[in-house]
């Protein structure tokens, strides 16, 4: 290799740019794959011991939501089992529930759910809100009494409505997750491989090799391009197995058109090459790395407009997520892979990502002639205490 400044084989580099990226986003598809949380076990307390609420719990168990793990006497046993973790919520229904629906009264059951796992608090509220609805209907068509089929129909339903989940036809998790998740792991597996390069490097003062090639003319840029060259190298064919042969294994929607995908993905993977060397100037030890990016990720992903809307994010955090790539690169990556959007409707992504390519491949190149400086200051350094040790032996 021309620039092969690295003289020994590096595991550390090789599991975080090869192994790292084929193993995590199996290992997330893996964990996601259900899609939606069902049989969610649940305790029941009946304080209304009649038909009627009888009747109502028969139906909530026979929703794919929940399942009915236990019955209880009262509150204070059902909420035991939820600190024992033996049951994931409780539903109550209240005394008089039978009389007062008999009485033509509101009557409200109580659904209480696990807050540790939003999943749990929406199939519990689904599963309570579809029964309450349907024996609703059917008390309507009891009170308005007679009537032919259809005008019953037109009582228990006075307005239909077609519900239609917009690619995501499941209301899946693996589908709302896992694009943003595989676009976030090429960043953060670059980035943490360059950065332990970096502290390789730095540990054993190597940015002293670097001097030759910078003295040339455009030499600090051949040193930089060759760096982003030989990351590109690995992530091109690593992006496509991430972004297009995990989806596949797993049967995520794949509506954009390859090659303009293959258009929008390529400035994203040069903005991430440049911007894991510019990442790299802040690493002194092999390990510094590991940590910064593990930090970051979670905080990546919440500012990337993912799981809550950039537009209804704090100005502050909407304009620190403008310097990562992984912000545009989500956002374009789930218009056109989830929802079928072509690059034109994506140029905004598509033209941030050009411009942090530039930005972050000038800050590349400071970065790398403050190596190069830093490591001839420290060679210099070591001579001169070599010299210094030389001349007390002699005297």
Known sequence: MKYGFLQKFDVGVFIFFILVPLLYPLLYAFIYTNEVVREVPVAVVDLSGTACSRDYLRRLDATPDVRIATHCTDMAEARRLVQAREVLGV????????????????VAVSAYADMSG????????????NVSLAMNAEIKVQRAGGGTKEQQEVVRHPLTYDEVALFNPHAGFAVFLIPAVLVLVLQQTLVLGAGMEAGTMREENL???????QRRRGGLWRLVAHQAGRYLLVYVPMSVYVLAVVPHLFR??????????????????LACAFFAITVSGLVRHRETGIVLVVFS????????????PGSAMPPVWEALSYLFPSTFGIRGFVAMNNMGAPLHDVMHA?????????IYALCAMAVTAWSVARSRRQAIKERTEARRRRLALMQ
């Open 207 to 213: 940015h002293r090799r670097m001097q030759p090639v």
């Open 118 to 129: 939003m999943l749990y608090f929406k199939s519990i509220l689904a599963a309570n809100t």
């Open 91 to 106: 539903v109550c229904v209240p005394h008089g529930f039978a009389s007062g629906i008999a009485r033509g009264e509101q």
């Open 350 to 358: 598509w033209l941030m990502l050009w411009v942090q390519t530039v």
């Open 252 to 269: 995520l929607p794949q509506l954009a058109d390859p090659w303009q995908l293959g258009l929008f993905v390529f400035p994203f993977l």
């Open 297 to 308: 990720s979670a905080p990546l992903l919440f500012v990337s407009g993912i799981s809550w």
